[in-house]
C-alpha cells in the first residue's frame, strides 16, 4: 500500500464530477444512497427508477472513461503493426 498523487486531468475530472453529483443531489433533494438504499426498501416505483437510471449512468460513464480509450489504444497499437 502506498499513496499516490493523482495527475492533472484525474483530479480535474473528480472534481468535476463531485460537482456534478453535489449539483444532482441539490435537485433531487437527497442523496442517491438515500434513493437507491431507502426508496428501494420502501418498494416505491420512483425510487427503482431512480436506481435503474443510476446503474445505467454509473455503466456509461465507466464505459466512456475506461473502456472506450482502451480500445481506441487498442486500436492504435494494431495499427501502427
Known sequence: F???AADAQTTLRSGLGGVLMGFG???????????????TAMMTWQGWIGLV???L??????WLVYVRPQRKA????AAAN
Do not use: E, P, Y
Open 2 to 4: 502506498r499513496v499516490r
Open 25 to 39: 443531489a441539490s435537485i433531487a433533494g437527497g442523496c442517491s444512497i438515500g434513493n437507491g438504499l431507502v426508496m
Open 53 to 55: 437510471f443510476m446503474i
Open 57 to 62: 449512468g454509473v455503466w456509461t460513464a465507466s
Open 74 to 77: 487498442r486500436l492504435a497499437t
